[in-house]
């Protein structure tokens, strides 16, 4: 599917100002000017003015920066939907593998992609899900299957609060209750909880559910710092890839790459290209690092387990992004089918004030550009692994984590089986009974 938008914090190309603006203040970062009054002195050196055209002054630069910095609405994107109509049959560890662990938060897809008063199909974690917002821009993820007879609500009508199937017009409201029955009122499937409704939240830009199969409460979304305090800025790159979700995570705990598939990059051309790992266990997960060096390269990355599953990064700046630490990865990946998945990149900086501003300005006139050529290179590399990798690989000290995260996934997956098995319906079922509201 490979739905890919390398330009996504902007919604039009940049300014032939705002690129020359850029390229002085990237000249100034690049020689260690990071403080205010050095970078005014250094764009004064410079040919760029301020729209009024007189030198750089402290507050006219700051005016400036936090005009081209200030927020605008995220680009619109068109996602791929995914298959219709293949709800996963999860029987095996293999099944679970292939479309995601249940219980569990997954991203579904960039905030702006439910517009309101639109119904959103997508296919996701092995789920057909309808999203869609209701009058108070709540968003609402559930199984996209008409109680009726399953057809898809994603093909009905809005009708603000509640959404009606084009079949025959049933009507469901956000919580999975039909309301009403316009064919035959007062049927029995009237007020009954009849679509799986999963729990829905929007953090940091992406709809996120909880993807389960029971109505036990969900754990609370808790995201990491990079996401959930205000001292830090953060940016969303959204891609849909290829290959294998489960790709995506061994590429994402595999911190040796940066020193070679990114070699030539803006970020990943310094450090030694070898290297031995330990593994350092945390709250919710465990850090891979390498022994020997530290903020070079992308010498480490942490696994968290905490109701989703995410990686967290580093990778460190060079001088002419500016002011601020690295610039650090929250990444999710969510299954879009069995070979095929969405990836979140949430590249985040600890920044405030005009050091804020300014990066976000460089972010959109020109590192948004030089952070896709680098993820273009794992692109490439996912995309183009055969399904069976699996199968024929000759792993080494640095794989120590990806094998971790394998074997955390699989007896995630074998407990799930064990646990329904364990609570589902003795094998000799008894004849279907005919459905309520037809005995009526
Ligand atoms: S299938 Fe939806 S109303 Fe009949
Ligand atoms: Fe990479």
Known sequence: MAHLVPHQSRTRPPTSYEKALAAELEAVFGRGQHDLDGLVAGLNAGGVRPPGGADWTPAALTAELARLGAGEPPAALRLDPGPRGRAASLHTIADVLDHGLRDQW???????AVPAGELVRLHRAGEDLLLWRDAAGEVHVQRDRCPHRNAPLSKGVHLGDRVACNYHGVQVDGTGTVVSVPGSPGCALEGRRAVRTFPAQERAGAVFAWITETDAAPAPLELPEQLADPGWEHFLCYVEWDAPYRYSLDNLMDPMHGAFLHRDSHTMASGKREAVFQVRDTATGFVFEKTDQRAVNFDWSEWIDAGYQAVRLDIPYPPSAGPG??????????????????????RCRRVEGWQRDVWRFLYRTVLEERHWA??????????????????????????????RVRRLLRTRAEKYLSERTSTAAPAAAPARPVPAAVAR
Not at 106 to 112: M, V
């Open 106 to 112: 997954y991203a579904l897809c960039p905030s702006a």
């Open 374 to 403: 680098v993820l273009e290179q794992d692109r490439e590399m996912l995309d183009g692994m055969p399904s069976d990798a699996y199968d024929r690989e000759g792993l080494y000290q640095h794989d120590i984590a990806l094998v």
């Open 325 to 346: 630490g690295p610039f650090a990865i929250i990444a999710m990946v969510t299954p879009t089918g069995r070979d095929t998945h969405a990836g979140f990149f949430w």
